[in-house]
């Protein structure tokens, strides 16, 4: 069985890593599973064929065992599939899932919104007051992610889909310095990046900006 | 074993059932599960008692089986332990759960921060143009939900942990009259409205509000 992901074309962030793509991509390595990629276009995603795998005419989805769409569903497929990435007990795994969400419902959101706003509204009269406010709003769950860490390597015992999502997430802060200020998050980010299976993954989705741009 | 949530000790929403406990209230009443609610304070949420259970000092935490926070993750938590909310099958489950990412990680967010600028941003010189903007996302995420569900009744096939939490997200558009434009929408958060566990958990949220109100 084939497992097939779906990437952008040509990735808004050039290859740095941030499309949700690569959390799936990365996953997969995690789980030593070979994968092949679609490469859809702005317009294909809004088409009936890519909305039927993904209603909201978003990357990635996922196609193989089964259709999928949402990464952070993917992500935790995998993970059960493949029995990767989650603790074996009950209660460490329902921990880890918990981080998922975490990652994607309290932590990304400000930090999602502060990289738009600074797209978004780089002309608009209010940009540096709106800036400040969700930088205030990312500090304050950086504050908290950086007290529940402290000083161990993971967010809760060993690395997880729940650590996966949320160097993700964290990922997206690297345009800006405010990781300067959290060296424990700084460190945690970067240990997740010297996993083999991140530099696999991320490596993929460059050579796709790369070969787009040759092309 | 007795299941202990938090609520807030006085709600934000005055007891309209848009805070995050209700998601795990109506959960543990589709489960037919009693539990018990720990009121807290905003200042109790910031102290380390509550920090240890919820490391963003929010609510609501799950306290049990295990300590457990989010409550994307708690609703999945009481899905799996119970045989409630999800299908049986393996395909059918991991659908479930991509449309629990999908009602969190893809529709609350425009939603959310609609709802937050209309309290924090209505006297700012953005104000209009920003509200503008956000209803454009939420038209966006709702005409694709909308798509999908067509004449159905729930998003993919019985009543799930999935229909449970995008309609708590949903919910949320009931101070505006964006809904009355997508009346499929509309009719679908209804249906979930009329569920008897609904009524139950919101009545039980709806009377913490009262009792704080009348003391």
């Known amino acids: 069985m084939t497992i097939t992901i779906t990437a952008f074309e040509r990735s808004p962030d050039r290859g740095r890593g941030l499309a949700r793509d690569m959390r799936v991509r ?32 978003q990357i990635p989805t996922y196609e193989g065992d089964l259709t999928l769409f949402e990464s952070g569903a993917i992500v935790l497929h995998i993970a059960e599939r493949h029995g990767v ?40 009269p209010w940009y540096e007051q709106r800036l400040h406010a ?18 161990a390597d993971w967010l809760d015992g060993a690395f997880s889909a729940g650590d996966l999502l949320m160097v993700t997430v964290l990922l997206r802060l690297k345009s800006t310095t405010i990781l300067d ?8 980010v970067a240990r997740a990046e010297a996993r083999p299976a991140y530099q696999r993954a991320f490596a993929a989705q460059l050579a796709v900006f790369q070969a787009a741009s040759a092309g």
Chains 1, 2 share one sequence.
Not at 34 to 55: D, G, I, N, W
Not at 136 to 141: E, N, Q
Not at 181 to 188: G, I, K, M, N, V
Request: net charge negative; glycine share 6%.
């Open 85 to 124: 990435l989650l603790p074996a007990d009950a209660i460490g795994r329902a921990r880890a899932i918990a981080w998922m969400f975490a990652a994607l419902n309290t932590v990304e959101p400000p930090i999602f919104d502060h990289s738009l706003a600074r797209i978004l509204e780089r002309d608009q």
């Open 134 to 151: 969700l930088e205030g709003s990312i500090r304050k769950r950086l504050g908290s992610l950086a007290a529940r860490l402290g000083d």
């Open 26 to 57: 990365w996953a997969l390595e995690e789980a030593g599973q070979p994968y092949e990629v679609r490469l859809v276009s702005f317009e294909a995603m809004k088409q009936s064929a890519h909305l039927a795998r993904q209603p909201f005419g």
């Open 181 to 188: 200020d959290y060296p424990s998050l700084a460190a945690y």
